[in-house]
């Protein structure tokens, strides 16, 4: 009898202790014949190794000797036996009456190579068949560690391990089993059952969701299991009635470990298999794709699962490909979460690429937002709490990627528009993105910029927006009168509320409203700034000379810009005032053609003489009539607003000392 050593077998690997299975053989071989008097009989081949066996107690248990050994004494089993040569030496060691231990290690092998040798009750009473199905049902599948010991190895005993149900008890036992662990209510006393709604605020991060999956050991041995079985498994708890919200985090947990996670790949390499095979690409793709379809679609899904989650699947499938349909159907599911999304979570491209505007991850994103539109804002078109968080992580998406040097103008402003502009409640972010694209297109011209910009609404962007947008170079000259106009508009509001408070109040003590809220409802002069019933806040004076300081500094800062523009407007002025030296000198050509060149030179050398090289630009559209009025208008407003921030600081100073007195 030829003895080899075990490899890649069912049987070797178990971890108990057992005796040396090819010495109780032979010894059981040589007892046998001495006390029967008969020698060997027949020679049974399995694999590489051959066995010498007695025929009498073969034939008396196995129905495929009995029919195989007819002719001949030699019998060779074919390649498929299960268990191979190992798991046969010890079927006939049982033959021969010992008294081995079975163990889940090897209790698969051996029942499957019994079946296949046909050891039923028909040719012998308590048959190894019976004695293995006894121990399947009363010891491994009550414990949860024999059966997912017995799981795995079913997989190198397929199909017998299928035909003989045993992977279908597995599973259903797993599946029964987890839900005594979610519903034993002593385990939910020490330690609540895990769930993913610690990350619906928090970006997506496999390495959080790896320390919340650990918690749970029953979760953490389901998810190390071959998909195939995890997915069945999984539709055994949803069977036997376990809740979506305990079912959809193990989904979660299995793809970020075989899918998501950066070793995913360092464990294909271990098993052999190189980085960037074709095989390894396809591993990956399935299970991409069988998660996508084990995950809950719609209102379920949205309130189990986190769409950074969603967002990484997307990611993912980028590199490993997915069908058009479920890539379809995963972008919708985004599309209807997306307010619960943080810019963290979106599609960047990839460091190094040419061109940002043409990236497949921003057309992804494009089509996510696009998707969104239609479903909501279209249909209506009002602000809502949820339309503005989608606008806002719009706009800050847009200001990561207008920095793109080769995104064109109209593409810019395609992507602006993709999101209607009356669900924008804040104009920061979209002025951070125009910013963005103007800094990286410091070549366009006015009409470019006024075009890019004319979205823009100055009454809706904060404080330090709105400061920023008036001292910045790159905006066209009339976003910034529009936020001057603003800007003296809240300051004005602010010293009317602060008056308001001291004549109701009659004390030094009410409330101001921050100038950091341009859309802070105004008070009316005969209006209380308190609400009926409402005990009014008491403030000190020294509070709202603070905020009066703070005023007046955002005043100064913009006093430079102002006197530069009336510089400009002064200039225009006079130009428009030749221009109607020009128009008297109508009726005399001579006269006429010799101020033209001179009206003309006089315009070119105002134009020179402006700093920012953008009033005639910005202006030339409009006749020389409404210039003159515009111009005029606006040197009034400048000098109000100069004249109005003298009385103020001459008040304070007024103010101040009238509080030293009394003190």
């Keep these: 009898m030829e003895i080899s050593s075990p490899k890649d077998s069912s049987v070797a690997s178990s971890p108990f202790p057992s005796p040396n299975v090819s010495a109780l053989l032979k010894i059981k071989i040589i007892s046998w014949s001495q006390e029967t008097g008969l020698p060997v009989s027949m020679r049974v081949r399995v694999g590489e ?20 050994l007819t002719e001949s004494n030699e019998l060779e089993l074919p390649p498929g036996f299960p268990g191979g040569p190992e798991t046969f030496e010890m079927i006939a060691l049982f033959i021969y009456g010992s008294t081995t231990l079975i163990d889940p290690f090897n209790v698969a092998a051996l029942r499957c190579a019994a079946e296949f040798l046909e050891m039923t009750e028909e040719y012998c009473i308590g048959n190894l068949c019976e004695r293995f199905d006894l121990y399947l049902n009363r010891v491994v599948l009550q414990s949860w560690d024999d059966t997912l010991i017995v799981l795995q190895k079913c997989q190198m005993l397929i199909p017998w391990s299928e035909e003989l149900l045993i992977v279908s008890r597995c599973i259903e036992s797993l599946a029964f089993m987890a839900c005594m662990e979610i519903l034993d209510p002593e385990r939910r ?16 991060s496999c390495e959080t969701l790896k320390a919340i999956a650990i918690k749970d050991l029953w979760i953490k041995d389901l998810i190390a299991l071959p998909f195939g079985f995890f997915k ?14 305990y079912v959809s985090p193990i989904i979660v947990f299995y793809a970020s470990k075989w899918v998501l996670s950066k070793k995913t790949r360092q464990f294909w390499e271990n098993l052999g298999e190189k980085i960037g095979d074709i095989n390894t690409n396809n591993k990956v793709s399935v299970i991409l794709q069988g998660v ?18 969603y967002f990484a699947l997307l990611s993912r499938s980028l590199e490993f490909g997915l069908r058009s349909d479920s890539r379809v159907k995963l972008q919708d599911q985004i599309a209807s979460m997306l307010h619960f999304a943080q810019v963290e979570d979106f599609l960047l491209p990839a460091v190094g690429t040419e061109s940002v505007s043409s990236s497949k991850e921003l057309a992804i994103m494009k089509s996510i937002f696009s998707t969104y539109a239609s479903f909501n804002m279209d249909t209506n078109p009002t602000p809502s709490a949820s339309n503005s968080i989608v606008a806002e992580l719009w706009d800050t998406y847009l200001a990561q990627t207008a920095s793109d040097p080769e995104m064109e103008p109209n593409r810019f402003m395609e992507l602006v528009e993709l999101l209607p502009i009356s669900c924008r409640q804040s104009h920061d972010q979209l002025y951070r993105a125009m910013n963005s ?12 910029k006024g075009s890019v910009c004319k979205y823009l609404n100055c009454q ?23 936020a001057l106009f603003v800007q003296q508009l809240n300051t004005h509001q602010a010293f009317k509320e602060c008056s308001e408070s001291f004549r109701f109040t009659g004390q030094f003590s009410g409330s101001l409203s921050s100038s950091r809220c341009p859309n802070s409802r105004s008070l009316n002069l005969g209006e209380s700034p308190y609400t009926d019933g409402a005990k009014p806040e008491s403030k000190p004076l020294s509070f709202l000379l603070q905020n009066d300081l703070a005023m007046e500094k955002s005043y100064k800062s913009t006093s430079s810009r102002l006197q530069s523009l009336e510089q400009e407007l002064m200039s225009l002025k006079k130009s428009l005032q ?7 000198t109508d009726s005399n050509p001579n006269k006429s053609q010799s101020m033209k060149p001179y009206g003309l030179e006089s315009r070119s050398l105002s134009k020179r003489r402006n700093p920012l090289g953008q009033v005639t630009s910005c202006m030339g559209s409009v006749n020389f009539a409404s210039q003159r009025k515009y111009a005029s208008r606006l040197i009034k407003i400048f000098r109000r607003f100069s004249l109005f921030g003298i009385r103020k600081s001459k008040r304070k100073q007024g103010t101040n000392g009238l509080w030293a007195k009394t003190i």
């Design 292 to 309: 996508l379809d084990l995950l809950p679609i719609g209102e379920k899904g949205s309130r189990a699962i986190p769409v950074g989650f």
């Design 460 to 482: 809706k962007l904060s404080q330090e927006a709105c400061i920023e947008a008036v001292q910045n170079e790159l905006m066209p000259l009339r976003l910034i009168v529009q």
């Design 189 to 204: 006393r020490d330690q609540p059952v895990v769930t993913l709604e610690a990350l619906a605020g928090e970006a997506w």
């Design 437 to 448: 694209f103007l800094q990286a297109h410091r070549d366009i011209t006015q009409e470019e």
């Design 578 to 584: 030749w221009h109607n030296m020009s128009k008297k």
């Design 49 to 68: 190794r051959t066995f010498s066996l007695h025929e009498h107690p073969l034939f008396s248990k196995s129905g495929y000797i009995q029919k195989r």
């Design 232 to 245: 069945r498994i999984i539709g055994s708890l949803r069977r036997q009635g376990m809740k979506e919200k």
